[in-house]
């Protein structure tokens, strides 16, 4: 079996970096604990504060594998910064998030999955429908983009950004789904909702019954309401630590 090579890198970045990593190797661990990664495909990256570098997962390594320290610091072009690091990265699969991280500095963390659910609802011709809850905070922000094959063409980032505008949710067309937030929390119950909401629409379809659509007007009013559950937090800020506490409990090691 091949060794990974250890590291740690506590002492030797910000307190802004390391909490960074532990947060961001927390995500993938989420992840996998909820059977969304793909092998060693996908990504999560995201924005160190106070910096223009970025954070993402080695290549070649599982998402249960990844911890606060063996997590690449890269710069928006994809190069890495530290000339020691042992570890390469994805270039395809960086396209899209370098696309993303360029247009929306004000967002923290993407999201990138490929799931069953969400390539199926992406694979739609109308999409992903109103009909349940989850649907309501993803139709709120909701963007999609068109399949072009694989992400190696840099002539795509530009329309990625087009499709994206200010919506925090994606859908790439036969491909899957992608999220956007201010935190590492955001991002990733961005992702949850969008999820739930495709597994529900796809559930709902398979009896082959007639669908109760949500009215558009419940849509549009969706963020305010939620402002009101959380009481001015965000849904990540306010389940993040939960989530968290769930992986220390499962394997403390991702924080390494």
């Avoid at 995201?46 to 910096?51: D, G, Q, T």
């Avoid at 949710?169 to 992702?191: S, V």
């Amino acid at each position: 079996m091949l060794e990974i090579p250890k590291l740690n890198l506590k002492d030797k970045v910000s307190p802004q970096e390391w909490q960074t990593r532990v947060d961001l190797a927390a995500c993938y661990r989420l992840v996998a604990m909820h059977g969304w990664d793909d092998l060693i495909y996908t990504h999560i990256s995201a924005r160190i504060p106070e910096s223009d570098f970025l954070l993402i997962n080695a290549f070649g390594l599982a998402f249960d594998e990844i911890t606060a320290s063996n997590l690449v610091k890269i710069d928006i072009e994809g190069n890495i910064i530290d000339a020691d690091c042992p570890f390469d990265i994805n270039p395809a699969g960086f396209t899209i998030h370098s696309a993303v991280h360029q247009a929306r500095h004000d967002e923290q963390c993407v999201l990138h999955l490929h799931t069953n659910e969400t390539i199926a609802v992406a694979s739609l011709k109308e999409g992903l429908l109103p009909l349940s809850q989850y649907a309501m905070f993803a139709l709120a922000s909701m963007s999609y983009h068109d399949y072009e094959g694989l992400a190696v063409n840099a002539d795509e980032k530009k329309r990625i950004q087009d499709d994206l505008g200010n919506a925090n949710f994606m859908l790439l067309r036969n491909h899957g789904g992608l999220t956007l937030g201010k935190t590492i929390g955001d991002a990733f119950m961005h992702m949850y909702d969008l999820t739930r909401a495709c597994q529900v629409q796809l559930q709902i379809m398979a009896t082959g019954m007639d669908k109760i659509l949500v009215e558009q007007s419940i849509v549009d009013g969706i963020k305010a309401q939620a402002n009101i559950v959380h009481t001015g937090l965000t849904g990540g800020q306010k389940s993040w630590p939960a989530l968290v506490r769930r992986v220390y409990r499962q394997d403390p090691s991702f924080a390494s």
